[in-house]
């Protein structure tokens, strides 16, 4: 059951692959988490999100964010562990937690050959949602994001940048409570960013539960109300912006976490 205080309860979440034969065996620099040709993505990564809160995912590249994602998601399965997403497990109970989300990454493509419109209906078939819903939904949505003048348009002839709003808006056509969202802002110019950004607050103060990942500083300044500094799939730091850094900015906070982190690996 669903507790009235989290939307996400993870517990123990690891996840591993094959790393490339180029990574070699042992220990590197650029691999540091790669350990005898198996890179540990998500080890042991545990954290809950209160319903209702901006849930920032905050590290490097390469630190486990979009593994993390993809989990809560779940577009892959971990090797051990498990979370509560709206009160579903995404190991016991996948399809009911791909009802219940909202899911947009980069890595993410809208078919070029179609419509925003044609897709958004395609996809509220789907779901399952009422005609009638779908279509009012759309044009709110569509109007908010700045999508109605170009809805006809094929996606391959939008610019990146109404791409990303085009598939935030599809990712909302069910009115999900909970959304997992993998860089928003990746890759687009400061004026759409800010449109993304503006309405993932309005969703927030909406009632939604948002979890966003991000290497952006100033994004999870902006949006987050609580923290997750990840690196090397393991949480180092967690907390409200105050917390994590109450007398500085949190790129100080992070940089300090990251040194003291790498001083402890040379040690070992």
Request: some cysteine; proline content about 4%; glycine content about 6%.
């Amino acid at each position: 059951m669903l507790s009235t205080r989290y939307a996400i309860e993870a517990q123990g979440l690891t996840k591993t692959f094959k790393a490339p034969r180029k990574a070699g065996k042992g220990r590197s620099e650029e691999t540091s988490h790669v350990v005898d040709g198996i890179i540990t993505a998500v080890d042991d990564l545990s954290f809950l999100v209160r319903q209702g809160e901006i849930y920032g995912l905050l590290g490097p590249n390469g630190a486990g964010k979009t593994t993390t994602m993809r989990l809560l998601a779940t577009l892959i399965k971990p090797n051990s562990g498990d979370a509560l997403v709206m009160g579903q497990s995404i190991v016991k109970e996948p399809e009911a937690v791909r009802a219940l989300i909202g899911f947009l990454t980069s890595e993410l493509k809208l078919e070029e050959f179609f419509t925003p419109s044609y897709l958004f209906d395609f996809f509220a078939r789907l779901h399952r949602v009422d005609p009638s819903k779908a279509t009012a939904h759309k044009q709110k949505l569509f109007q908010r994001l700045g999508v109605e003048d170009f809805a006809d348009t094929p996606v391959s002839n939008l610019s990146t940048g109404m791409k990303q709003k085009a598939s935030l808006a599809i990712s909302l056509v069910h009115n999900p409570n909970l959304i997992i969202f993998d860089e928003p802002t990746n890759g687009l110019d400061v004026l759409t960013a800010r449109v993304v950004t503006d309405y993932l607050e309005e969703l927030r103060d909406e009632g939604k539960t948002i979890v966003l990942s991000t290497h952006i500083f100033t994004l999870a300044e902006k949006l987050c109300d609580r923290v997750a500094i990840i690196m090397d799939g393991q949480m180092v730091a967690e907390g409200t912006l105050e917390e994590l850094s109450p007398t500085r900015d949190l790129e100080d906070a992070f940089f300090d976490l990251y040194a003291a982190r790498h001083a402890e690996e040379v040690l070992v």
